[in-house]
């Protein structure tokens, strides 16, 4: 039975493009049950750094781009491989962190 739990983040595929995208913020964690990575966002990703930024386009993104894969093959029968999905989430984080001109450049940016 689909739920947005299953759908976004207990579901092999799913899960496996979130451990992705953790691993590329810096996070090396487990994935949590949707109710639980809501909390941990909300208790450890405060403020408008850039780290914290990115985390949180990283989620929108993710979901974003899993509910569409999710359309792709529920009214066109098509797929995409965790890769092919992981890629267009990337791309669309880099597309959009781009474009902000306050981002200071430094080592840790």
């Known amino acids: 039975m689909e739920s947005h ?3 976004f983040f207990d ?5 496996s493009i979130w451990q992705q995208i953790l691993s590329r913020n810096g996070i090396t964690r487990s994935i ?4 639980h990575e ?3 966002a909300v208790h450890y990703i405060k403020g408008k750094g850039l780290r914290n ?3 949180k386009l990283s989620l929108a993104a993710s979901i974003y781009h899993i509910w569409g894969e999710r359309n792709l093959r529920f009214f066109q029968g098509k797929s995409r491989d965790v890769a ?3 890629l267009t989430i990337f791309n669309s984080i880099q597309a959009k962190a781009n474009s902000w001109a306050t981002v200071k450049l430094s080592a840790q940016n």
């Open 11 to 15: 579901c092999q595929f799913s899960s």
């Open 5 to 7: 739990a299953h759908l």
């Open 84 to 86: 092919t999905v992981s």
């Open 32 to 35: 949590l049950p949707l109710s």
């Open 53 to 55: 930024s990115l985390y």
């Open 38 to 40: 809501l909390e941990w």
